[in-house]
């Protein structure tokens, strides 16, 4: 029987790639690393890859843009499952440092956001860089004096990192969601959420309008985030969740009634509820 194939946000050494490892324990596919979400996205469209885990969501940090701006114009590609991450940073050099001895912090800008409080207190003498992905900044440290890279601790094993500090996140409960991506959303397992984004017609009240439709049907909105279309100034998209899955009764003339009443909507899918980690 031929392995399912699911890639992640590469490379090696990054939370995408603990998400993807812990995915996979029951599915035992082949993963796939990528250099992108977008190159993520574009190869499950393409048929290149069965799965793809992105990340969308964090804590401390919000929405993740190039997963939300992908979803929202990439035909054919559904959300089919997620997984709630916890986040765990680590301080970490190629030699054992003091603190007062680093001069330059590099990690995911994400990754420098969440342990704004960490570095504020402790290393405000040290310069922040930001670079492409947490498992580029454990591997850039190993040559640089006095650099210290902010990474998950599996990135550290990696690339034979001394640990510095541990657990330097601003807040224990920091996660990340990720979805799962793929050519179809899963079936209706009684747990279930979904996905879409729309946007909403100029005038006053139209948001609230909107949200009427849910709510007239007693529909519990699980999230809710607004971001700029990148089309024209102060056009905006809303990304919702709610509880349920899109073929549950009465769901079908909800999404009709919504379709008509706004510009633009996509079901983005419908999924099972995550357990977190």
């Keep these: 029987m031929k392995k399912k194939r699911l890639g992640y946000l590469g490379p090696r050494g990054t939370f995408s790639e603990e998400a993807a490892l812990l995915y996979n324990q029951d599915s035992d596919s082949i993963l796939l690393e990528y250099p992108s979400i977008a190159d993520v996205v574009t190869a499950v469209k393409e048929g290149s890859i069965d799965e793809g ?20 114009r990439q035909e054919k590609v559904y959300i089919c499952n997620e997984l709630v991450y916890p986040v765990h940073q680590c301080l970490m050099s ?97 747990e279930d959420k979904t996905s879409l984004v729309l946007s909403i017609p100029d005038g006053p009240g139209s948001l609230y309008q909107v949200l009427g439709y849910f709510a007239h049907r007693n529909i519990n909105l699980t999230r809710i985030e607004s971001r700029p279309s990148r089309q024209i100034i102060g056009d905006w998209l809303f990304f919702i969740d709610c509880e349920g899955h ?7 003339e909800l999404w009709a009634e919504i379709e008509q009443a706004v510009p633009f909507f996509k079901l983005l899918g419908s999924y099972p509820v995550s357990r977190r980690r």
Excluded: M, W
């Design 94 to 190: 190629a030699e054992k440092l003091d603190l007062s001895q680093i001069r330059q912090v590099l990690s995911h800008p994400h990754a420098l956001g969440q342990c704004s409080d960490y570095l504020n207190r402790n290393l405000s003498h040290a310069e922040c860089l930001p670079v492409e992905s947490t498992a580029a900044a454990a591997k850039a440290v190993r040559n640089l004096p006095g650099a210290a890279a902010i990474a998950p601790s599996r990135a550290g094993e990696l690339f034979n990192l001394v640990l510095l500090a541990k657990d330097i996140q601003d807040n224990n409960g920091n996660a990340t969601r990720f979805v799962v991506v793929a050519r179809h959303d899963h079936a209706a397992t009684g």
């Design 53 to 72: 885990l992105v990340p969308l969501e964090n804590t401390l940090e919000g929405g993740v843009g190039p997963t939300l701006d992908r979803l929202a």
């Design 246 to 252: 899109r073929n549950d009764p009465g769901r079908e």
